[in-house]
């Protein structure tokens, strides 16, 4: 059976042919107009990006390669007793297109497993942050520090062939991903104060390690979640501001270390990744203010006045979905299964049936509906995981899976330097002022 490399060698050529036949075909046609506002206005909508592994539809939310996250639970492989799908496995799909095999899969997690060591400087630096130093801060520090010993950017420095460019893109990618337990484990157990995180275990896989570094993985449920948390928090197409991030920081050829750095910088802002931190603040406020049983008026009561404090409620809206997430739901239904009577879980639902309709109401949200930060935080803290300023971290190592697939990638077909265009308000006027 082919490893995940040699798979992607066979398949690389050909796709290298058919944007080639894309862009001979379809190259000079037009996607439509853009718009003034589009440029003002966060270029919502504006097709600007290449990226094969996800899209995001705003009805039906994520696909993986095509694949619903509901058809990847029942089509990724599983670990031995458990139900939900390995991030391996996800990673091959993102990278190929193709389920693995459970023996593919397997040979991931080994892989990662051996991979996994920090070299020293790394676990200092992780070590002399303070314990106030956020923990997003610690993180990107770290990986940004994987370049030391980066693949790609020696082979580099020495020369290569552009058509080497994704061997050593795929080295880096796989020891990024390798490491972040290492890392992640090393930040909790610092900041919260527990001594050193456990050596990885080379014969699991890579959720029940970042659960073990964490100080979970004797809890079963926690491991199936985090396998859940990673795969669905892995990708969310290319526009979206860690994925996007990376892909321009890596189109300077920055290596793998450098681009997901900025990655997560990117994520770790209140609109992206550290909602899932905001939410559990808000929802601990809301408790503080109103009780731990408080009636839907006394909620919808703590609601308007955030609204009316100009505050955004956490974990509500979203710049292209116009559903409920998938990825909520998918979080919801492992509450109903794992944890129905958990009392922050029934604080989270209580209030996914009172936020759209205020939203609604309110009239400015173009989404009123609950995003991805909106649950997890609430499953987390359930299986004692209740430091909240860590959340956003975990979901930085997910998101490690997609944009390492999608570097690789860019690399293999010879991506561009990013560079678009940007205009002055003054050269907007002008250009139509008779228009
Ligand atoms: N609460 C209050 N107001 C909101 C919310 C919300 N949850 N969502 C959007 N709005 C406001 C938004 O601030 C904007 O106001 P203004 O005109 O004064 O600038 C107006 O509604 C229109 O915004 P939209 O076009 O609906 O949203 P946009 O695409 O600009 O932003 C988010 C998308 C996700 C940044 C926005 O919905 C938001 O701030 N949500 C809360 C933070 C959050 O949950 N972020 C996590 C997103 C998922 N992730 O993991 O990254
Ligand atoms: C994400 O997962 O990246 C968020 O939902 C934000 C986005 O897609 O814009």
Redesign the pocket.
Known sequence: QSTLKERLAELIPAEIENVKAIRAEHGQKTFGQVTVDQVYG?M?GLPALLWDGSVLDPEEGIRFRGKTIEECQAALPKAPGGSEPLPEGLFWLLLTGEIPTPEQVNQLSKEWAARAALPEFVEEIIDRCPGTLHPMSQFSMAVTALNHDSSFAKAYSEGISKKEYWGHTFEDSMDLIAKLPNIAGRIYQNVYGKGKPAPIDPSKDYSWNLAHVLGFSDNEAFVELMRLYIVIHSDHEGG?VSAHTGKLVGSALSDPFLAFGASLNGLAG????L??Q?VLVWLRKMQDKIGSNASDEAVKEYVWST?KGGQ????????VLRKTDPRYTAQRAFALKHLPEDPLFKLVGQVYNIVPDI?LEAG????PWP???AHSGALLTHYGLHQMQFYTVLFGVSRAFGVAAQLIWDRALGAPLERPKSYSSEAIKKMFANR
Do not use: W
């Open positions: 966060g919502r979206n209140p609109l992206h990744g909602a899932n905001e609204l955004v409620v956490p974990g509500y809206g979203h710049a939203l400015k949200a173009k989404n995003n991805v930060d």
